[in-house]
């Protein structure tokens, strides 16, 4: 059976179970029938079992057993809602099945772009796995270009774009974005990963990728009109908390719905640039420095038009 094959039998279990919270191996085996899952063949208690095994390795994703019922259910669900790399592959083999399942359609599926880089993703794992430093020729925009040895800590993918966290020689961390690499090599030379490093725990200050020594900041945002709806649905930060709603009441007696959240977070150029994209849908109340900035940042932008 083709690799694709199994990741789509795997997909179709957890959704499954997912759906209908909890089954029987018979009740699975009906709908894995009558979706043609696998041609119409019957789902077999060991093939169930060893996907079940697979399941766990590849997504970290619980299924057990009510002793009871003999009902089946995903025991932890909230691996599917964080921000794990099993989460992100499940994610994209899910969109990938579909996709594959759609090629009828594929003129009316439009898909964004990607950037150059994703040549160098086999290696720079195979360096993280094996804790070898990387020989990598970088070149930023409108800069020379040079080779530098890093030490490879982690992967990040953000905005489309593949970035690498790595220690250089001068012993600063530092950012790369894979699509400004020139060339990446192996090299013969290992490293000492710090035992205590956490790349969760690196980012857990940020948004993005910029790991600037910007302070710490309690920031507090008034989000406008149908914006809160955009946080609520997709947080910006996993410290985004709703305070409060109200609604405000202009001179022409319209009404203005509003919902202000807050953040404990750096907020970075990557934090600010999201803000923005927002645009009146959403005002920095505190802290007052930062609604300063963003106030000239929106003047600087008003500047160029005028």
């Known amino acids: 059976m083709k690799p694709a094959q199994i990741f789509h039998q795997y997909i179709w279990i957890i959704n499954t179970l997912k759906a209908y919270r909890k ?35 590849m997504f970290g994703i ?62 720079i794992i195979r360096a993280i796995k094996t804790n070898r430093r990387l020989l990598m020729g970088y070149k930023k925009f409108e800069a020379e270009g040079y080779e530098k040895e890093v030490c490879p800590y982690a992967l990040k993918l953000f905005r489309q774009r593949w970035y690498l966290l790595a220690q250089n020689d001068e012993n600063q961390m530092r950012i790369y974005a894979l699509d400004r690499m020139t060339k990446v090599e192996l090299t013969d030379e290992t490293f000492e990963m710090p035992a205590d490093f956490s790349s969760q725990a690196y980012f857990s200050e940020y948004f993005g990728v910029l790991t600037t020594d910007t302070p710490l900041s309690h ?53 600010l640039n999201e803000l923005l994209k927002h645009g009146a849908g959403i005002e920095v109340l505190e802290p007052l420095e930062l609604r300063e900035k963003m106030h000239q940042m929106l003047r600087d932008a008003l500047n160029r038009y005028e």
């Open 219 to 271: 920031v507090i945002v008034r989000a406008h009109n149908w914006t809160p709806n955009y946080l609520r649905t997709l947080p910006l930060h996993p410290s985004q908390r709703e305070l409060q709603s109200g609604e405000i009441t202009h001179a022409d007696s319209s009404i203005t719905p509003y919902s202000d959240f807050s953040f404990d977070i750096r907020p970075t150029a990557d934090f």
């Open 23 to 57: 089954l029987t191996l018979e009740e699975l085996n009906q709908k894995w029938q009558d979706d043609g899952v696998a041609d119409g063949n019957p789902l077999q208690r060991s093939s169930f079992n060893r996907h079940r095994d697979a399941i766990l390795d």
């Open 62 to 123: 619980i299924i057990e057993c009510e002793p009871r019922t003999y009902k089946y259910y995903i025991n932890n669900k909230e691996v599917l809602s964080d921000d794990s790399i099993e989460r992100w592959l499940f994610s994209t083999l899910t969109v990938h099945g579909v996709l594959a399942d759609s090629a009828s359609i594929k003129e009316r599926i439009i898909l964004e772009s990607v950037p150059e880089g994703e040549e160098y993703l086999d290696t």
